[in-house]
């Protein structure tokens, strides 16, 4: 597991989740969706936003196959942790 603040670019140990039921239902959807859609390599991260679209929580699923697909920034996070 990886985190990034991506507004500060800094490398997170802790974070914590507050979500509405209806956001944690999407959530679980989103993640299912990416789960289904890895093995084609087609669909690797998702976006959930809040109802105003205010905040974002982006969730990635990396593998050796898909980490073309990230940028230089990302998959020196996967392969460092920095």
Known sequence: MRILDVD?????DTICLYLTP???ER??????????DLPDGNLHHVHLNDADY???ITVTVYTEENMHQFDQRSRKLIREGT
């Open 8 to 12: 500060t670019d800094r490398v997170l």
């Open 22 to 24: 209806q956001e944690a």
């Open 27 to 36: 959530m679980l959807g989103a993640l299912q969706d990416l789960m289904e």
């Open 54 to 56: 205010q905040r974002e």
